[in-house]
């Protein structure tokens, strides 16, 4: 233990080896100083059960506190798990975590916060704890962990959430073009640059859109009144009045492309829109990818879409 002692700045240990408790006391009080040391850790351990010579009684009294204080070690490790998270969000916030609002960060970063006070008033119980006074120690932080990884968990998933009505971007996956606007002949164009705002409605009462449930209209309010359509005995994609439409023309169901069990349209999706009235027929664009048209069959990522947050 003297090169411990010697890199960490611990006070040699004088007192009597019979003395358990004095003992005790100075081996938990040192090693909760360098709690992050897995060389303390080792030490610990081998003092513990390996190096001959040590008393059965010893072994026996350490027992009852040395859950604990690995129960404490976990603690911290589960704390460092909800730092890596916190991290990884920042990191994908502009990539694959792009709905996540500035909001919406600012609060995973406040948690991020109360996660660096917890760690540090962890750190000063602990390091301060008498040996009976461990097991509380575990009690009051034994669920910290959980309880923030349940906080940022509850932002993320109102995050993610899409209701009825909420205006967004469509995007498709394989051009990775924009829903834009129409032409000068009322065709539904593609664009990297001009999106056009959209909204899905629910024809029936509701706020979540369900995935092979719900029938929607897809409106925007730059074309007030209309819904997008498709032809009958031709596959463009086009606005139209509702006044002048037959509904299940102009309805679409929504199926998730990879997971069946999902049920909710949530941001971060990949789904594909089939139309009411024709379902072999889904909404996809052109090999150029600048033109909104109805494409049947397996066409992979070009009838794929995502939302994207206005």
């Known amino acids: 233990?003297?090169?411990i002692n010697a890199?960490?700045?611990?006070?040699?240990?004088?007192?009597?080896?019979?003395?358990?408790?004095?003992?005790?006391?100075?081996?938990?009080n040192f090693s909760s100083t360098v709690s992050h040391s897995d060389q303390v850790r080792t030490l610990h351990f081998n003092a513990v059960w390996n190096l001959p010579g040590i008393p059965p009684a010893f072994r026996?009294?350490?027992?009852?506190?040395?859950?604990?204080?690995?129960?404490?070690m976990n603690i911290y490790s589960d704390l460092h798990e909800?730092?890596?998270t916190i991290s990884d969000i920042s990191l994908l916030k502009k990539q694959d975590l792009d709905w996540l609002s500035d909001e919406g960060h600012g609060k995973i970063q406040g948690i991020g916060v109360c996660l660096a006070s917890c760690q540090k008033k962890l750190t000063?119980?602990?390091?301060?704890?008498?040996?009976?006074?461990?097991?509380?120690?575990?009690?009051?932080?034994?669920?910290?962990?959980?309880?923030?990884?349940?906080?940022?968990?509850?932002?993320?998933e109102k995050e993610r959430k899409y209701e009825d009505q909420e205006e967004?971007?469509?995007?498709?996956?394989?051009?990775?073009?924009?829903?834009?606007?129409?032409?000068?002949?009322?065709?539904?164009?593609?664009?990297q640059d001009h999106p056009v705002p959209v909204y899905l409605e629910n024809r029936a009462p509701g706020q979540?859109?369900?995935?092979?449930?719900?029938?929607?209209?897809?409106?925007?309010?730059?074309?007030?009144?209309?819904?997008?359509?498709?032809?009958?005995?031709?596959?463009?994609v086009f606005w139209k009045s509702e006044s002048?439409?037959?509904?299940?023309?102009?309805?679409?169901?929504?199926?998730?492309?990879?997971?069946?069990?999902?049920?909710?349209?949530?941001?971060?999706?990949h789904f594909v829109l089939s139309n009411v009235n024709w379902p072999s027929f889904m909404m996809g664009l052109d090999k150029t990818g600048n033109w909104v048209l109805a494409v049947q069959g397996d066409s992979g990522d070009s009838v794929t879409w995502l939302l994207k947050k206005s």
């Open 1 to 3: 233990s003297s090169g």
């Open 7 to 28: 890199e960490y700045g611990g006070d040699p240990y004088t007192g009597s080896l019979s003395n358990l408790t004095e003992l005790l006391e100075y081996v938990l």
């Open 60 to 72: 026996q009294f350490v027992f009852s506190s040395q859950k604990y204080t690995d129960r404490i």
């Open 82 to 84: 909800v730092q890596t």
């Open 124 to 156: 000063k119980k602990f390091g301060s704890a008498s040996i009976s006074e461990i097991e509380e120690v575990y009690e009051e932080f034994r669920e910290s962990s959980s309880d923030l990884e349940d906080e940022i968990e509850d932002v993320l």
């Open 168 to 191: 967004m971007y469509l995007l498709n996956a394989g051009h990775m073009t924009y829903l834009a606007r129409q032409n000068w002949e009322g065709y539904c164009t593609a664009s």
């Open 208 to 236: 979540e859109v369900k995935y092979r449930h719900s029938e929607v209209y897809i409106r925007s309010r730059d074309y007030p009144g209309e819904v997008m359509c498709l032809g009958r005995n031709y596959y463009g």
């Open 244 to 269: 002048y439409v037959y509904p299940p023309y102009c309805s679409w169901t929504l199926a998730h492309s990879s997971d069946f069990r999902k049920r909710v349209l949530e941001y971060g999706d």
